[in-house]
């Protein structure tokens, strides 16, 4: 039993490949020791033995063991220069040093004990000193492979006891016996030490499986804080950190950011549901990740905004219009196609910035450009945008802070009857004063109004103000209001303005409502149905800037119209025949469905003259007057004196 526990003992040298590899590395360090040991103590008995022993054992036998150990000095020393070596060949390394170790501990012994006959008692207690010692010394070297200790001390203490008995002289008898324990309880201790260093080993072993787990599970945690879990397309973070480390990059290359932003995304998500529009997103991030190309990175920044960094910065431009193309192609969700558009908006390093922070704004002022004012498409940053823009955005910002029942006040438009002359309605235009940025032209703030829900407060203030002139204007005085997309389908500000009539008590015939052609084609039948739900109040309806649209004449006259307002670039056109004979043309087809025209931007006597042999009913324009406060219309209405149509007059009272 005990023997096939000791064969089992010896076949698991090498076994554990963890164990087996720091062995080795042990072994690299100590065996030099132990071989660098043998040779000094064994050339010390050669010495001592030199006059007393044969040559052939005092210098040839010692230069054969001598070489052999040389041999494996310089084999292990090698070993140590190469590193660690693989749990396989650290497995053949250990088992070759147990096989070595026993004939070479045997080799030695025998030769020394060959010696003791020819020296006398100091030869003999020499030898025997060298190999109580050795021996030891050897087992201390092989603490980390006790196989081969083992092995050493099997080889050696059996003829070393018998050669000390065999003097039988006390001294001898009681140094064999005495190093015979010794070696039994270095043996012993061997072993309690390398199971010890077994055991640390294995604790090592769990600590470094348990670090790399670590930072297994850290790799994974960073990749999930920085990628996107739906498209699965790095997030905003990992886009900061990949813009934050090409601009620290000292003289870098030029490169390219891209923000984009999806159109018509909030319509499909609110109509279909998250799901749907979940997996629409996934769609077009796995396309733009596709069409993108090697240099080209693409991030999902959150929402429907995506971003973007090329590093071959020259190309970016026709790359963004190839990724566009792909997020306008239709997208089949199940059995719903879907169709979106986008707005990119991009800015290049180092001529836009060169901190991450200033490029990302600048791009996101392109895409601020692109989307709003070109209505899409791809915008570059440009210093002059950024003005712009920022003046746009601190408009913006006005806007929704201000309190427009204080800061808004009204001016209104002459319209004139061309056949009689005299006032027949009045256009409410709004006018802003805000108290940090001033006048305000309405041109700039109600396109960004009709951006935001602030056009919703403006047309409520413009609509009390307006109504609280018409109760103080004649009864025969028509008030013209525009409205905006945004308010023509609002049934919010379908039943404000309901409400705000009948509080007045202004007869609903007094009231008309503009609405743009470009505002109404957008959307042609909700527009009508709209116009529709304006006209059941008894209001009015009139179509503006007509011809400056892609609408005809033939839808408008299915639209719920009472009115045509000519746009004044017809007007500027009147002195040329081309120019007349067109702005004749659709004052006829006008009357021939029904509607009266209003002619706008009228400036001069012969475009007055021009207009009213073509048979339009009414125009405005400086030629009447600018747009006046109510107190100066009032005051030309009271005046019995003044006249519309006399320019002189007009003059005088101006």
């Known amino acids: 039993m005990r023997l096939s526990r000791l064969i089992r003992w010896f076949a698991e040298i090498g076994a554990d490949p963890d164990l087996a590899v720091l062995q080795v590395a042990t072994l690299n360090r100590q065996v030099p020791l132990l071989y660098g040991l043998l040779l000094i103590n064994a050339a010390a008995v050669a010495i001592t033995h030199r006059t007393q022993a044969p040559l052939s054992l005092t210098l040839i036998v010692p230069a054969v063991l001598f070489a052999v150990t040389i041999a494996r000095i310089v084999h292990w020393v090698r070993n140590g220069h190469r590193g660690l070596p693989t749990p396989e060949k650290a497995k053949r390394q250990l088992r070759l040093q147990s096989i070595l170790a026993a004939p070479i501990a045997a080799a030695y012994t ?8 020819y020296g006398g008692a100091f030869e003999q207690a020499h030898v025997v000193l060298f190999v109580s010692t050795t021996v ?78 670590l930072q297994r599970l850290n790799e994974e945690n960073r990749k999930l804080a920085m990628t996107d879990s739906l498209t699965g397309l790095p997030n905003r973070r990992q886009f900061y950190s990949d813009l934050d480390a090409w601009t620290q990059q000292a003289d870098g290359p030029s490169f390219a950011v891209g923000v984009l932003d999806l159109d018509r995304f909030k319509p499909i998500n609110d109509t279909y549901g998250h799901q749907v529009g979940d997996r629409l997103l996934e769609a077009i991030g796995h396309r733009l990740r596709a069409t993108a190309g090697p240099s080209v990175r693409v991030y999902r920044l959150g929402g429907d905004e995506f971003g973007l960094i090329d590093t071959q910065a020259d190309d970016f431009v026709a790359t963004c219009e190839r990724l566009l193309q792909q997020v306008r192609a239709p997208i089949r969700i199940g059995e719903i196609v879907l169709s979106v558009g986008g707005s990119l908006g991009m800015a290049q390093y180092p001529d836009a910035g060169v901190h991450a922070a200033d490029l990302f704004d600048r791009a996101d002022y392109a895409l601020y450009h692109a989307k709003h004012v070109h209505g899409g498409g791809v915008c570059l940053f440009t210093p002059s945008l950024e003005t712009a823009v920022r003046a746009d955005r601190a408009i913006e910002a006005a806007l929704q802070a201000s309190s427009f029942e204080e800061e808004l006040s009204i001016v209104l438009q002459p319209i004139i009857d061309l056949s009689s002359g005299q006032l027949s309605a009045v256009e409410v235009l709004a006018r802003w004063s805000n108290p940090s940025l001033g006048e305000i032209s309405a041109m700039d703030f109600i396109a960004i109004a009709e951006r935001s829900t602030a056009i919703h407060s403006i047309t409520r203030a413009v609509f009390r103000k307006g109504l609280r002139a018409a109760r103080q204007l004649p009864d025969d005085v028509a008030v013209s209001f525009n409205i905006s997309a945004c308010d023509l389908t609002s049934a919010c500000t379908l039943a404000f303005i309901r409400d705000e009539i009948a509080a007045t008590g202004i007869p609903p015939r007094r009231i008309w409502i503009e609405v743009t052609e470009t505002a109404v084609m957008r959307n042609a039948e909700a527009a009508a149905r709209a116009l529709q739900a304006f006209r059941d109040l008894g209001v009015r309806i009139a179509l503006d800037d007509f011809g400056t649209g892609y609408s005809s004449l033939g839808y408008v006259q299915r639209l719920p119209l009472d009115k045509i307002k000519i746009d004044r670039s017809f007007v500027r056109a009147l002195d040329t025949n081309e120019g007349s004979t067109i702005t004749a043309a659709v004052i006829t087809l006008c009357h021939t469905i029904g509607l009266t025209c209003v002619a706008e931007g009228v400036e001069t006597e012969a475009q007055r003259r021009t207009l009213a042999d073509a048979g339009c009913e009414h125009a405005q324009g400086y030629l009447f007057s600018k747009p006046l406060p109510l107190a100066d219309l009032l005051q030309r209405c009271a005046d019995a004196q003044f006249s519309w149509m006399d320019r002189g007059r007009r003059s005088a009272v101006a």
């Open 136 to 213: 030891i010394g050897c087992i201390f070297c092989l603490v980390v492979l006790p196989q081969a200790a083992m092995l050493v001390a099997v080889s050696v203490l059996p003829a070393f006891i018998v050669f000390c008995f065999s003097k039988q002289m006390l001294t001898f008898v009681t140094i064999g016996i005495n190093v015979t324990l010794v070696l039994g309880v270095l043996l012993r201790a061997l072993l309690n030490g390398f199971e010890n260093f077994r055991m640390q080993v294995k604790s090592r072993c769990l600590l470094a499986t348990q670090h790399q787990e």
């Open 110 to 117: 025998a030769w020394s004990l060959s010696l003791a006959p």
